[in-house]
């Protein structure tokens, strides 16, 4: 037998696609439904494609490649997610510019993807660092400005002088950068923050509906951390304007308040302060504010100070001693807590630390003894409540949020985990934030005669008068800089550039943004781009969003289930509010591919020098083999090791396909016999509904089974070989088209007609059922499924042992089950 030649059929059918532009979309054909079928973008490293992004990209290419044979008009576009960190440490390393050494690695990478066959439209790839993207990244920008959703404010942030860069909570272990132990500040930094929370209902509400994995849609909503509780405003001893707000979601408790904390944040702190402890207070705020949340949240001793003031319970008028304690946030609900140390465990080791009251005040349902060394945390029935003595926990929490809300002191309150988005990066790589400011200079100096670009001007920046770049003078390019690494100065190396900083307009100075979008930026919209990617008037057209939106299919990693796709969305939501979009959500499937280990089960990693690099599988043994192991290692979703081995089942396989085709062609007329036609039918729709369940492995297993039959006639009909072709196309793309052509055909099959199976020759019409006699087995018979009566017991007396047991009696009695038994009753 042959022996599929890949290097030429791939390079050839590669080349061909090319030429006649087999892939591309140029505008939306109305005659037809549409799948939009989109990959999450790769951010091009300079280690090129490893075999986890040919996992994805393969499955959403035999998804598109199916639409199209089933009729679809199928967009299915790829770019590049090419700002970011680390292509400009890349840059650094290489001592290259960012813009080239990314140019370099795209370049690279759309080598790789095409020798992989994936049949994108390439007239639409695009790259986030574009100038004519960056320019529309801008005006969203712009727009979220002017709809009030990007400020200004100054966020306690982890600054780390060393590396020049702010780092995120979870890139600092005790005080010390992870990457190269460098000491860290907490400090106060003037950030551009975008207002997601203002869409937080928005994004838990439009999860609804989703086709998303369930551990995605848990994820996103815990983000989102929706609480619904009620708000109770404290008086303060001698203080009559003010009151201390909290949030709880256990309103129930309240008769077993026995004292109220304050975060170390909380404005009312110092007003609250007695004298006395004033001293002690001011240490203790100091001492945490260097803390993080993380830091403060996670660690198990609770600490604390007393104010010497006292708070007001708003239904009894008790005094309750106002406390402050860091285990309180200053960021979430109101940053102040009634503290109910019966049922709360928190409270409840900070008021054994501190000898506080414990009253308890919910029992169990069933009055069970308490164990009174722990906090009693579950629901129950209310006791030593007064008024709400009795009712049950739900029950309690209405009563009370009731009486507050007629007493004027609360109500009910929803709050959300979810913070605003800090959207400031120091860095250079990233998309200038289109923003100016004023400058002033003393009094008494002329503006004309300074020049801010020098080092001894005197000026300040007006940062509280932002002003936006205007949309005609979009894209705002960087700079070139020659040094653009990080250095300390908080304002990021942008504000070394002092020529494209500083510029006068009608004779007044002004200073430019100099923070940089974070990378996030960019892959907030690339699915709209790729429908209108030239379109120079425009991010999009409304046109093109009603045409092709939302996407059908979005594959990519569970790496991404929070933050990216909750940005995505935020952007989405507010496009849609303005009118751009007709689609309130932007993805309505989603699928995240198993991560692929290496041989050893274990992650791929330099280090471990267990990394599969896919050219190497390209080289020996082809893009198709690589593609159809991949779909082959097991369910899509499934994390599953490499098993370089094991690709050499599939190259058997197709190898067994082409030969098949092969003989297939050359010999004239066959008949198809009735086993091939049933199996040719079954294994239609098997495969037809494999893929349309996203479960490649399955349904290549039933090719297997096919071509193994096929293989064993002697004669192989045309049929036959015809529909192993069409169905093996969208995972072995070129040793589908090869097939085709070898079967006679001069185009390309990409739109063929998908193969349709007959309903009634996919199931089993024989079947064999058991005969007993009696009650005891006696034989079996072959017959047809719904075979009736008459027949079976026909089919039976020709049964040798069923005979012995008949001769000479009569048949009183018959049992017939179709399909399953036949028992005789006979005397
Ligand atoms: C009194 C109480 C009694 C509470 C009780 C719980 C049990 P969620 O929204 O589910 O996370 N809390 C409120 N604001 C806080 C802050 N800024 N920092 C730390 N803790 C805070 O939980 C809300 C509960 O977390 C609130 O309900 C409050 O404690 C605490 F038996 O109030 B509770």
């Given amino acids: 037998p042959a022996v599929f030649p890949f290097q030429h059929v791939e390079a050839k059918w590669q080349a061909y696609w090319q030429k006649h532009q087999t892939f591309r979309t140029p505008q939306r054909d109305l005659s037809k439904p549409k799948k939009y079928v989109l990959d999450m973008f790769p951010y091009p490293s300079g280690a090129g494609l490893h075999v986890g992004h040919p996992e994805g990209y393969t499955a959403s290419d035999v998804m598109a490649r199916y639409w199209r044979m089933k009729g679809y008009d199928v967009l299915h576009p790829i770019g590049w997610d090419s700002f970011g960190l680390p292509a400009e440490q890349y840059a650094i390393q290489t001592g290259a510019q960012p813009a080239d050494t990314t140019a370099a690695n795209i370049a690279n990478f759309k080598r790789q993807l095409q020798m992989l066959g994936f049949s994108y439209d390439w007239d639409r790839e695009l790259a986030t660092t574009d100038v004519e993207y960056v320019k529309w990244t801008q005006w969203i920008f712009l727009q979220l400005f002017r709809k009030g959703l990007a400020e200004q404010s100054e966020v306690s942030v982890n600054w780390c002088p060393a590396l020049g860069t702010v780092l995120a909570n ?60 009620c708000r109770i405003d404290f008086g303060i001893e001698g203080m009559d304007t003010e009151t201390i707000t909290v949030f709880t979601t256990r309103a129930d408790t309240l008769m077993g308040v026995t004292y109220v904390t304050l975060a170390p944040e909380h404005p009312l702190v110092l007003s609250v302060t007695s004298e006395e402890q004033k001293d002690a207070v001011s240490a203790y705020v100091n001492e945490a504010s260097s803390r993080s949340d993380l830091d403060r949240t996670s660690s198990k001793e609770k600490s604390g100070v007393f104010t010497g003031g006292y708070a007001l319970h708003p239904i009894s008028g008790e005094r309750v001693p106002i406390w402050v304690g860091d285990y309180v946030l200053g960021s979430y609900g109101t940053g102040a807590v009634m503290a109910v140390p019966a049922h709360d465990q ?203 939106m939302p996407v059908d299919l979005y594959v990519g990693g569970a790496e991404h289930a929070v933050l990216h796709l909750l940005y995505a969305r935020f952007w989405h939501q507010v496009l849609f509010d303005l009118g751009y979009t007709t689609h309130p959500e932007p993805f309505q499937k989603l699928v995240h591919q198993g991560m692929i280990l290496g041989s050893d089960g274990e992650k791929m990693s330099k280090s471990r020098g267990n990394v599969v690099n896919p050219d190497d599988i390209v080289q020996s043994q082809g893009a198709d083999a690589l593609r159809m192991y991949e779909m082959f290692m097991g369910p899509l979703e499934a994390v599953k090791p490499w098993q370089t081995s094991q690709v050499a089942g599939v190259v058997r396989f197709m190898n067994k396909a082409y030969n098949i085709v092969v003989s297939a062609a050359a010999t004239k007329h066959t008949e198809m016999g009735d086993e091939t036609l049933r199996l040719m039918n079954k294994t239609m729709k098997k495969v037809t509904e494999d893929i349309e369940n996203m479960s490649f492995n399955t349904a290549i297993s039933a090719l297997m089974v096919y071509a193994n039959h096929l293989q064993s006639l002697e004669t192989i009909p045309r049929e036959a070989a015809k529909t192993l072709t069409l169905m093996v196309s969208p995972f072995a793309p070129h040793l589908g088209e090869e097939c085709w052509n070898i079967l006679g055909h001069t185009e390309s099959l990409a739109y063929e007609p998908w193969v349709v199976f007959d309903e009634a020759l996919c199931v089993d019409t024989t079947v064999t059922i058991g005969v007993q006699v009696n009650g005891k087995s006696r034989g079996e018979i072959s017959i047809a499924k719904d075979a009736d009566e008459a027949t079976a017991v026909a089919a039976a007396s020709g049964v040798d042992k069923v005979q012995v047991q008949l001769e000479g009696k009569e048949i009183k009695k018959i049992i017939y089950v179709p399909g399953r038994i036949l028992n005789l009753i006979a005397k």
């Fill in 170 to 229: 979870e890139e600092v272990i005790n005080g010390l950068s992870e990457r190269g132990d460098h000491p860290v500040e907490r400090l106060p930094l003037r950030q551009w923050v975008l207002k997601i929370t203002q869409y937080a209902d928005r994004l838990e509400e439009g999860l609804q509906g989703l086709e998303w994995p369930a551990g995605t849609l848990s994820a996103q909503k815990q983000w989102i951390g929706r609480s619904e509780g």
């Fill in 346 to 548: 928190r409270d409840f080791e900070f008021a054994q630390k501190y000898g506080l009251d414990i009253k308890w005040v919910v029992e169990p349902a069933d009055h069970a003894e308490l164990d009174q060394t722990v906090a009693f945390t579950e629901y129950g029935v209310n006791v030593n409540s007064g008024e709400f003595d009795g009712l049950t926990t739900e029950k309690a929490k209405e009563a009370v949020t009731k009486k507050l809300e007629e007493l004027e002191k609360g109500g009910t309150q929803i709050n959300y985990k979810l913070r605003d988005w800090v959207f400031s990066r120091q860095r250079y790589w990233g998309e200038p934030i289109p923003i100016y400011f004023p400058i002033d200079f003393p009094e008494g100096v002329d503006p004309s005669q300074q020049d801010p670009k020098l080092d001894d001007c005197q000026h300040t920046i007006r940062y509280d008068q932002p002003i936006p770049v205007d949309e005609a003078d979009l894209p705002l390019k960087l700079p070139v800089m020659e040094d653009f690494q990080p250095g300390d100065n908080p304002a990021g190396c942008l504000a070394r550039a002092r020529d494209w900083r500083y510029f006068q307009k009608d004779g007044k100075w002004f200073a430019r943004e100099t923070n940089t979008m974070p990378q996030w930026a960019g892959s907030c919209w690339y699915y709209f781009r790729f429908l209108d990617p030239k379109n120079s008037k425009e991010a999009f057209s409304k046109k093109v969003d009603e045409e092709w």
